[in-house]
């Protein structure tokens, strides 16, 4: 069975400055996408970035990139630039195939100082 | 809307009760997933509607769970005699080819 795991149930930073959330999975398919979520106090998910496995390269939005590495089950966010909208859960999530459920890690909680 | 809507927003209810929620997706979305998020489990699969194939019930976690889906449009997930344990938040997403889930703002349910 696939499984997501985020190690850092809670994380920090100050405004403007760089944050990495981790994230590990275990999938023994070749075709999966991952992704990260973001879900602010309003509950609302809001996809934040995706990425396909059979990309080599690391996908960005604007402020947000990942890391991913294929042979390490390793898929990491990267948030540069951080601001205050930024505080809010992220989860990362893992999809078999094109159109299939989401499986998802138990979030880290991101807070922004300013 | 542009989006995915669920209603209710937030419900109450009795133990032992039955409970509807009701899931629009966005329009020409042909997969429907619903999920659920508590504190103990955190975010859960319950069911998966693609299209006029059969559903994918595997995440249902007990008989009391059904859900259905209407002209491939609406969806309502059914629980009947609600348990404490039921208490979570609901939510709903679609997604259309390119694959992306859309996520609607959830129903936050309660049982006393």
């Known amino acids: 069975a696939q499984t997501v795991t985020q190690s850092q149930p809670e994380m920090s930073v100050q405004e403007a400055e760089t944050v990495t959330l981790s994230c590990t999975y275990d999938?023994?398919?070749?075709?999966?996408?991952l992704f990260w979520y973001k879900q602010p106090p309003s509950r609302q998910m809001i996809l934040v970035i995706r990425q396909e496995a059979y990309k080599q390269q690391n996908a960005t939005e604007n402020r947000f990139s990942v890391n991913f590495q294929k042979a390490a089950k390793s898929f990491s966010l990267k948030i540069s630039d951080s601001q205050l909208g930024d505080a809010a859960m992220y989860f990362c999530?893992?999809?078999?195939?094109?159109?299939?459920?989401?499986?998802f890690g138990t979030g880290t909680l991101l807070a922004v100082q300013p | 809307g542009a989006g995915v809507s669920q209603s209710p927003s937030n419900k109450v209810t009795e133990k032992g009760k039955d409970v509807e929620l009701r899931c629009d997706p966005i329009?020409?979305?042909?997969?429907l997933y619903w999920y659920r998020q508590s504190l103990g489990q955190g975010l859960e699969f319950l069911i998966y509607f693609q299209g006029n194939s059969a559903p994918d019930k595997s995440g249902l976690p007990s008989d009391r769970f059904s859900a259905e889906r209407t002209g491939g449009s609406v969806s309502t997930l059914t629980i009947q005699r609600t348990q404490q344990e039921d208490s979570a938040v609901y939510l709903c997403?679609?997604?259309?080819?390119?694959?992306?889930?859309?996520f609607g703002p959830g129903t936050r349910l309660t049982v006393l």
């Open positions: 997403a679609s997604s259309g080819l390119a694959g992306e889930q859309f």
């Open positions: 999938t023994s398919e070749s075709d999966y996408y």
């Open positions: 999530a893992y999809r078999r195939g094109a159109t299939n459920k989401l499986i």
């Open positions: 329009s020409g979305h042909t997969a």
